[in-house]
């Protein structure tokens, strides 16, 4: 008698990451500002933009643009 191991799917980002581009992973995400990959990381953690799933990080995109703008505008 063997035993079976049991295979872990993921959760499905996709329904997360398709929508509206409103959610993104970190390198996705990096891409798209064009800003380095850890800057990126650092920036969005600032803004609260993260939400942990399992052992994947989205950001939503939306909050990332607000606190990158407002930020911004401080900077004048």
Known sequence: MTKTK???NGP???KYIRKKHRY???LDAS?????PYYSLVRIA????AC?????????DMDKLQ???ENF???DD
């Open 66 to 68: 607000d606190y990158i």
């Open 31 to 35: 891409r798209l500002f064009s800003i």
């Open 45 to 48: 953690k600032e803004a609260n």
């Open 51 to 59: 939400w942990k799933i399992r052992k994947t990080v989205i950001v």
């Open 72 to 74: 911004r505008e401080g």
């Open 24 to 26: 993104a992973t970190y």
């Open 6 to 8: 049991k295979i872990r």
């Open 12 to 14: 499905d980002l996709g």
